[in-house]
């Protein structure tokens, strides 16, 4: 079974960046897209941005233009790079993957982001 690992949740102030990273154990046809989702205490969880294999991504419009997504497929890895963070951008923050861009097949364990005014 495929397992994620998430990293680099924290606490930031608003304008600041932070980089999460997401480590898959394997590479199958199930890790050809990744995403990242997140949700806020009291919501649902919200669609953030995926990435496919050759590193082409879409993000949702609440972060396009702030967010960048990245992969290196030698180390199984896809980092999420967040700038001018928002305090509405506080969630635990999830990885996910999947063989296309909407049914996902695996989640990492989730790690926290924290914007403070």
């Known amino acids: 079974q495929v397992q994620l690992v998430e990293s680099g949740g924290g606490l930031v102030q608003a304008g600041g960046s932070l980089r999460l990273s997401c480590t898959t154990s394997?590479?199958?046809?199930?890790?050809?897209?990744m995403g990242w989702f997140r949700q806020a205490p009291g919501k649902e969880r919200e669609f953030v941005g995926m990435c496919n294999w050759f590193g082409g991504s879409t993000y949702a419009d609440s972060v396009r233009g702030r967010f960048t997504i990245s992969r290196d497929n030698t180390k199984n890895m896809v980092a999420l790079q967040m700038n001018s963070l928002k305090p509405e951008d506080t969630a635990v923050y999830y990885c996910?993957?999947?063989?296309?861009?909407?049914?996902?097949?695996?989640w990492g364990q989730g790690t926290q982001v924290t914007v403070s005014s």
């Open positions: 996910a993957a999947g063989g296309d861009g909407r049914k996902w097949d695996f």
């Open positions: 394997i590479r199958t046809p199930s890790t050809t897209i």
